[in-house]
């Protein structure tokens, strides 16, 4: 609620569960609070000024205003549409939270000095300084240091940074047991066993654990089955094969090729 608010930083390796933890939020703070979701997914090649306009449309759709024009979502005028939204919140700006999700996709070298990529980190910047009061909360999939100097010289510059990691083995083996609650009676050589295999990682945690699920359930929820060692080992090739997109993208995110020949 302070009156100047230093942007916030989410950042972890793919798939670790930043953008879940993002769209979370909402549920965990007051809700006379104003969320406002917004994926920079696929947006770095974009105008700057179409990136505005759906951004304008996010916020006009969640706090149940009329939607700006185009010609309103340009650099210059774009102030004037945040200046109606905190209007529209009683002029409280600290209400205002923008989400900003996949935020690091416009940190790239596209070409065009037009382009949001080129243009968005620095106007950001600048809005943060006009608007000190509404919450701005980005998420990035890659290290800080491997940022660009744009990036922390205009936005991490006395930003707050947290790193998302994995989940210790006892919240793995709480949400095996809670989740799976009345189903699935897992032994403690069996969560040892998911925790040995997965160390915490979230999407790692999530593929076995569904295929475990698939495995013993046979489409029956009304049975209650035993869950051993021998059923987590006889789960790692499926999971392996059925999840293998998401982990492409756990691979594709390590930067050595050491850890990439490890995994």
């Not at 699920?213 to 089955?225: A, E, F, I, K, Q």
Request: charged share 25%; with cysteine.
């Amino acid at each position: 609620m302070a009156e100047h608010r230093a942007p916030i930083l989410l950042h972890g390796q793919r798939r670790i569960g930043k953008s879940s933890i993002l769209k979370q939020i909402p549920h965990r703070l007051p809700d006379d609070f104003a969320f406002v979701y917004f994926d920079l997914q696929g947006t770095a090649a974009m105008k700057t000024d179409q990136l505005l306009y759906g951004l304008g449309l996010a916020i006009s759709d969640r706090l149940g205003i009329d939607p700006p024009e185009r010609e309103d979502c340009v650099e210059d005028r774009f102030p004037a549409v945040l200046k109606r939204a905190v209007e529209s919140l009683g002029g409280h700006q600290e209400k205002l939270v923008l989400l900003f999700d996949e935020f690091d996709v416009i940190d790239h070298s596209v070409k065009g000095i037009e382009v949001a990529a080129s243009r968005f980190i620095p106007y950001l910047a600048r809005l943060i300084d006009k608007f000190a009061g509404i919450g701005y909360i980005l998420v990035v999939g890659r290290k800080t240091e491997e940022l660009s100097p744009e990036f922390f010289g205009s936005l991490l510059r006395g930003s707050v940074t947290k790193q998302i990691g994995r989940l210790t083995e006892s919240q793995v083996n709480g949400l095996a047991r809670r989740l799976a609650a009345g189903n699935l009676n897992f032994d403690e050589a069996s969560l040892g066993r998911i925790y040995f295999l997965t160390k915490g990682h979230p999407f790692c945690t999530q593929a076995l654990c569904n295929v475990i699920w698939n495995v013993t359930m046979d489409g029956d929820p009304r049975l209650s089955v035993s869950v051993t060692r021998e059923t987590v080992d006889c789960s790692l090739s499926e999971a392996l094969e059925l999840w293998s997109n998401g982990l492409n993208w756990v691979y594709d995110g390590m930067s050595k090729p050491s850890y990439r020949l490890v995994l």
